[in-house]
Structures are given as structure tokens and as C-alpha cells.
């Protein structure tokens, strides 16, 4: 009873401070995004950029604009890997293979923070902070930035620009991300997370002999991989590591601001459409999918089968004692719906069903708030198919916010929607089929077959989290799993940037009496059932092979 109780106290706290903070953050980023001044700092950077920040783009230019961010960023970022062996601060540690440094090169960049190295053993200070804790702020602002593109196109009538990408990103990084990191960091320091500089020294074990630590900027880097639901950990164990995530204080504070942009973009998305009650349908829709998850998770943990689990009072292995089951499965939840990979317990040592609805969150399509941006579009991409649905139900042409949706919007909604699934279960069926993958799986039957398909859909969905039992540092996982994160982030954003600009080219149509009330509960239960239905119908079938099967058979 009092682990029950203490569980619905942290759900409590986390729930009342999202709804203090929704408001206020929603508005305020709807400010941001349709202010018509620059501050000055923002001039300097369009002029080092050579950007004029007055002309906006078609939805062509503004792809132009995130795909070229993207790729210097990777070649960067890559480069900095490569050479790290000469360059200041590395700690002594050499330079990163081709193979990982392509992979976690374009893990930071698209917002995934996959890591296939253990942060404490391979990264230097300089890269951390300069290459891996920039491209945190950076994809973030990416993601946020081509989801405003989209709320422009519903909410612009007749007309080919969606805005300016160089003018959304800065203001992104330097109006939002930043002061909300800063007072992030400032808060988890005070919870226990280190904030330094230190180098490698050795550390007295209880048990006899020394282990090597080194120390670093882990708060500040852990604000931001919370905050702009990236998930890459300065150390290998992540967030289960005491250095990034101490105390259950610091654990339920890390899981609200993994939710906090997500959940505010609702309201953004209200304000700038011009009918606060979208948003809420939208916000309904993902919390009530969240709470599900959340609700079948701690069953399942807590509940699991045989006599350890019993005498633990839950399924306490591969988790911290200092959070417990209901702290680990809070943790878990919000970052396979978040699009972070952030872990604080080993995924893989879930039950069969607690490690197959992580698993399931994911496959949904990262919308359960979804990540910082990435959450809100494709949200949004699902309410387009659920209109299309409600359509042919009742023999109407569907419209959502005044918008028609023809042949051209539906066909690159569906086309969203194929992406990820195509480039999980191709891939999965490559590494499990072909000869040329080594046998990296820790595991045999199904629960391996899991941890190969958690991998490729945590890779293709942009998560990064991991399942702990796949030894992926090879150059075939490193080769394909680089390349699902690469098109899992760049194809869908090309289909929401063209859907963008053929929204915004339209006239508003006048509402009927056969018009959807999209503001209605009615409309929010028929989009909470959408993703679940699609995801169900494309990924049971791995899931039967995998988790389902290990669930039945405990």
C-alpha cells in the first residue's frame, strides 16, 4: 500500500506541475514564434549567417534551410570525433572509429542521442560540451522549428510561405532552450548532479582495490538532454548514473522536464491556430495515451511473474533502488513517448509486457507528447488521418481547421506514416536474416529477437534509448542503425514541410452543419484510438515474435 500510495503522490506532483507550467510556457512560445521584432543578439547571428530575417520561404527554401543545417552539423560533428586525439581536452582518450563516429555523429544531430560507446570511456571534455551538448540545443530547436512550420500552414490561408528557418532556429535556442536550461542546470545541481571539469582520478571501492571517474559538465548537459528530449548521458549508465540523477527528487524533476516543451507546444499550437481548444483535443490525445502506457507499465512491473518479483515487491531488476519500480517505470514511459532514450533502469530487464508497451510507445510514432517539435507535427499528421477516417465514415470530404484534405495531403500523410515502420522492420529482418551481422544479441529466442527490433525502432522513431542487451558497437549496427536515424528524422520532415506549404496555399473553407467539431472530446477519443490502431495493425506481428511471446511464457 505505501509503495501505491507513493507512486500516485509522484504522479500527482508530475501532473499538477505540468498543468502550472502549460499555460504560461504555451503562451510564451506562441510569442516567440509570431513576434515581429528581433533582439539584438538575433541580428548578430543573421548577419554572420547572411540571413535576412524579414523574407520568408516556400516550403521548398525552408527544406533547404533544415537540411543543410543538418548535414554541416553532422560533418562537424563528425570531424570533431575523428580528431579528438589532438584536440584540447580530450582527457587522453583517441580519436573515435569511422563507423561510430558516423553513427553518433548523426544520433546528435537528429535529435536520437543513440550511443553505441560508454560516455566516460570514450568522449573528452571538449567534444561533450562543444560537439554533443551544442547539437543537443540545436536539433531541438530543428525539431520545434519544423513543427511551427506546420502550424503555420494550417493557420495561413492563401498564401507559399511557412516562415523563415534560420529566424525560427535562433529564436528557438535563444529565447526558449537556453534560459530553460540555464534554470534547469541550476536546479539539478542543487539536487546532487556534478558540474566540473575534473579529470580522471581514482576512486577507494568498499569491497578492496580503485575504479576510475572522471568528472565533467553533467548538469548542464543533462538540462538540455531533458529538456530538448535528446537522451544522451554523459555517462554510460545514463540517468541510473548517481553523478546525472542522484535522488528520487532529481528523478521525478528530470521526467517534468522531459514532458514540459511537448505538453506546452499543445497550447503554442492553440494560440497560433486561433482556437485554444485544438490544442487541448491535441493535449488530450496524447495524455490519455500516456497515462494508458503509464498505467499498463507499472502493472505489469509491478505484478511480475515469480517469486523474486513477489518478494521484492515489484520487478526490481536492472533497476535503481533509490527509485523503485514506480519511479523507473515513470522514467521509461516518458522517454520511449518522448522521443528522449534517456534510461534510468535496464529496459531489457523489464518484464516481457512492461519491456513490449516501451517497445509499443515508440512504435506509435513519438507522439505520446512525442519530442520537442517532433511530437506536436506528428500529432498533427495523425489528426489529418483521423479526420480523413471520420470522412469516409460519414461520405464527406474531410477538412481540419478549415482546411481541406485532398488526394495531395492525404497521400503525404500516409506516406509520414510508411517511414518508420518500413525502415524498423527492414532493418530488423537484414540483422536477423543476414549473415553479414555479427551475433551481438546478449540473448537467444525471443527476448533477442526483442532486443534487435527495440534497437532499429529506437533508432528509426529518433528515441536512442536501448534495450541493454545488444552489443551494438559494430560496423554493421553502427552503418544501419545510423542510417535509420538519418532517414527516420530527414524523409518525415520533407513530407511535413510539403504538407505545410500545401495547407498554407489554401482558403479557408467556412464551417457547416457537417463539419468535425475538432475541439470536441468525441474527436480527441477517435485520435487517441488512430495511432493505436495503425501501430497495432503494422507491429504486432514483430511484437508477437519478440515481448508477447516472452510475456506469455513466463
Known sequence: MTTYLAGALQLTALLGALALAHRPLGDYLAHVYSSPRHLRVERAVYRCVGVRPDVEARWTGYLRGVLTFSLVGIAFLYLAQRLQGVLPGSLGFAAIDADQAFNTAVSFVTNTNWQSYAGEQAMGHLVQTAGLAVQNFLSAAVGMAVAIALVRGFARTGTREIGNFWVDLTRGTVRVLLPLALVAAVVLVACGV????????????????????????????????????????????????????????????????????????????????????????????????????????????????????????????GKETRFGVT???????????????????????????????????????????????????????????????????????????????????????????????????????????????PDSALNGGAHGFSEILYAYTSAANNNGSAFAGLAADTPWYNTTLGLAMLLGRLLPIVLVLALAGSLAAQRRSPATAGTLRTGKPLFTALLTATPLVLSGLTFVPALALGPLAEGLAA
Open 327 to 437: 519511479g523507473s517505470v515513470l522514467f521509461a514511459v516518458a522517454t520511449t513517448g518522448t522521443s528522449t532514450g534517456a534510461v534510468n533502469a535496464f529496459h531489457s530487464s523489464f518484464t516481457g509486457f512492461g519491456g513490449g508497451l516501451t517497445l509499443l510507445l515508440m512504435q506509435l510514432g513519438e507522439i505520446a507528447p512525442g519530442g520537442v517539435g517532433s511530437g506536436l507535427y506528428g500529432m498533427l499528421i495523425m489528426a489529418v488521418l483521423a479526420v480523413f477516417l471520420a470522412g469516409l465514415m460519414v461520405g464527406r470530404t474531410p477538412e481540419y481547421l478549415g482546411k481541406r484534405l485532398g488526394p495531395r495531403e492525404i497521400k503525404l500523410a500516409a506516406c509520414y506514416l510508411l517511414v518508420t515502420p518500413a525502415l524498423v522492420l527492414v532493418g530488423t529482418a537484414a540483422a536477423v536474416a543476414l549473415p553479414t551481422p
Open 194 to 317: 556534478i558540474q566540473n571539469f575534473a579529470g580522471v582520478h581514482q576512486v577507494g571501492q568498499f569491497v578492496g582495490g580503485t575504479q576510475q571517474w572522471h568528472g565533467g559538465a553533467v548538469a548542464s548537459q543533462e538540462a538540455i538532454k531533458l529538456l530538448g528530449t535528446n537522451g544522451g548521458g554523459y555517462f554510460n549508465a545514463n540517468s541510473a548514473h548517481p553523478f546525472e540523477n542522484p535522488t528520487p527528487v532529481s528523478n521525478l524533476f528530470s521526467i517534468f522536464l522531459l514532458l514540459l516543451i511537448p505538453v506546452a507546444l499543445t497550447r503554442t499550437f492553440g494560440r497560433l491556430v486561433g482556437s485554444p481548444r485544438q490544442g487541448y483535443a491535441i493535449l488530450g490525445a496524447m495524455g490519455l495515451l500516456w497515462l494508458l502506457f503509464a498505467g499498463l507499465t507499472l502493472a505489469a512491473e509491478h505484478h511480475g511473474a515469480g517469486p523474486a518479483p513477489e518478494l521484492a515487491g515489484g520487478a526490481m531488476e
